[in-house]
């Protein structure tokens, strides 16, 4: 073999383990690129390399041919080999960088609800909005005139028992019902009316399963021409009707000083009566104090505690429990 071949060959396998040894160590796919480019590309080193291939003689050209195209095979499988391992990495590297913990905790963010309370007196002012009623209100401390006497219910009055008041400095108190409202509203407005008007009242009661020192009614008054007791019964039924279903009811003569006549109404509720509320026809009294003409109008009233009609509706056994602001409780409804 003459020392050109051998010198060829050698240049060949140099080529080989250099081309090699740097395709094992590129870390890029760009930088493999230029690695094929510089060994393998129509200007790269094997071309070169071949270009002396017309200074052999025709016996050793297709020997030296053989060996360079063995070793360009071997070093587009290197290429190939590495190319595949860098593309699998940088895959493996995307994921990693791109991984979506679906198990990581999401931002809790707690959610507001209706307290039962308000939700039922929602329920009771849409009833009568629906059936024409307005929303009124009036103060929670308010004067002895509001709270009693304007309501027909002088000093010495003995329905003033009826309802242990808390005195305030300054001849104030707190309301011990929403009647108040009444008058505040009868001395703004002239007849027909029709209003209801929802709030906290206060009573010096001991609190107990059943009773609570401050509690919600809602009160209701209708003035017009021509008002009857049959009107407020209707009124009461449908009110009922709509509120609990179609149960049984009752009225039942009783006694407030604002109303003449008055009663109280009971709903037949899993096999008891059940007292709801108190309604009657405003006492003539009543509405020659606010300046009406009694001749012309006359008015119906009710009144209605809240918390009882919460108790019914959500099967509650202690007033309490709608005022502990518990969330095991409060997250029930
Ligand atoms: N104010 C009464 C109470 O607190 C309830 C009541 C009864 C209101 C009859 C009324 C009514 O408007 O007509 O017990």
Same mark, same amino acid.
């Given at each position: 073999?003459?020392?050109?071949?051998?010198?060829?060959?050698?240049?060949?396998?140099?080529?080989?383990?250099?081309?090699?040894?740097?395709?094992?160590?590129?870390?890029?796919?760009?930088?493999?690129?230029?690695?094929?480019?510089?060994?393998?590309?129509?200007?790269?080193?094997?071309? /070169?390399?071949? *270009?002396?291939?017309?200074?052999?003689?025709?016996?050793?050209?297709?020997?030296?041919?053989?060996?360079?195209?063995?070793?360009?095979?071997?070093?587009?499988?290197?290429?190939?080999?590495?190319?595949?391992?860098?593309?699998?990495?940088?895959?493996?590297?995307?994921?990693?960088?791109?991984?979506?913990? #679906?198990?990581?905790?999401?931002?809790?963010?707690?959610? @507001?609800?209706?307290?039962?309370?308000?939700? #039922?007196?929602? *329920?009771?002012?849409?009833?009568?909005?629906?059936?024409?009623?307005?929303?009124?209100?009036?103060?929670?401390?308010?004067? !002895?005139? =509001?709270?009693?006497?304007?309501?027909?219910?002088?000093? !010495?009055?003995?329905?003033?028992?009826?309802?242990?008041?808390?005195?305030?400095?300054?001849?104030?108190?707190?309301?011990?019902?929403?009647?108040?409202?009444?008058?505040?509203?009868?001395? +703004?407005?002239?007849?027909?009316? +029709?209003?209801?008007?929802?709030? +906290?009242?206060?009573?010096?009661?001991?609190?107990?399963?059943?009773?609570?020192? #401050?509690?919600?009614?809602?009160?209701?008054?209708?003035?017009?021409?021509?008002? *009857?007791?049959?009107?407020?019964?209707?009124?009461?039924?449908?009110?009922?009707?709509?509120?609990? @279903?179609?149960?049984?009811?009752?009225?039942?003569?009783?006694?407030?000083?604002?109303?003449?006549?008055?009663?109280?109404?009971?709903?037949?509720? /899993?096999?008891?009566?059940?007292?709801?509320?108190?309604?009657?026809? #405003?006492?003539?009294?009543?509405?020659?104090?606010?300046?009406?003409?009694?001749?012309?109008?006359?008015? &119906?009233?009710?009144?209605?505690?809240?918390?009882?009609?919460?108790?019914?509706?959500?099967?509650? !056994? !202690?007033? *309490?429990?709608? =005022?502990?602001?518990?969330?095991? &409780?409060?997250?029930?409804?």
């Amino acid at each position: 073999m003459t020392t050109q071949v051998n010198d060829l060959q050698e240049q060949l396998e140099q080529l080989r383990s250099n081309a090699q040894n740097a395709i094992a160590q590129c870390q890029n796919l760009d930088d493999l690129e230029s690695l094929r480019v510089n060994y393998l590309g129509k200007k790269g080193q094997l071309s /070169q390399i071949l *270009r002396n291939l017309g200074k052999l003689g025709p016996e050793e050209r297709p020997k030296i041919g053989a060996i360079a195209n063995e070793i360009k095979e071997a070093i587009q499988n290197s290429l190939q080999q590495q190319r595949e391992t860098l593309q699998t990495a940088q895959i493996e590297a995307q994921l990693q960088a791109e991984a979506l913990d #679906v198990t990581m905790p999401g931002v809790y963010r707690p959610q @507001g609800k209706i307290h039962p309370l308000n939700g #039922v007196i929602d *329920r009771i002012i849409d009833i009568f909005v629906g059936l024409g009623y307005t929303v009124a209100s009036g103060p929670e401390i308010e004067t !002895d005139y =509001y709270n009693f006497e304007a309501l027909n219910t002088p000093e !010495d009055h003995p329905a003033r028992d009826m309802q242990d008041t808390f005195y305030l400095p300054g001849n104030k108190l707190l309301r011990t019902h929403t009647s108040s409202v009444q008058i505040r509203y009868m001395e +703004r407005h002239q007849p027909p009316m +029709r209003v209801v008007a929802p709030g +906290r009242v206060y009573r010096r009661d001991t609190v107990d399963a059943t009773h609570s020192a #401050v509690f919600h009614q809602v009160e209701l008054l209708a003035v017009d021409e021509g008002l *009857r007791f049959t009107d407020l019964k209707g009124t009461i039924h449908e009110f009922l009707r709509q509120m609990f @279903g179609d149960l049984p009811l009752r009225f039942r003569p009783s006694y407030f000083p604002f109303t003449e006549p008055s009663a109280e109404v009971d709903i037949q509720w /899993q096999g008891d009566w059940l007292e709801v509320l108190g309604c009657g026809m #405003v006492d003539p009294n009543v509405l020659e104090t606010v300046g009406y003409d009694s001749e012309k109008y006359t008015g &119906f009233a009710l009144g209605l505690g809240v918390e009882r009609f919460a108790m019914v509706l959500h099967q509650l !056994d !202690d007033i *309490r429990r709608l =005022y502990s602001s518990d969330l095991r &409780f409060l997250n029930q409804f």
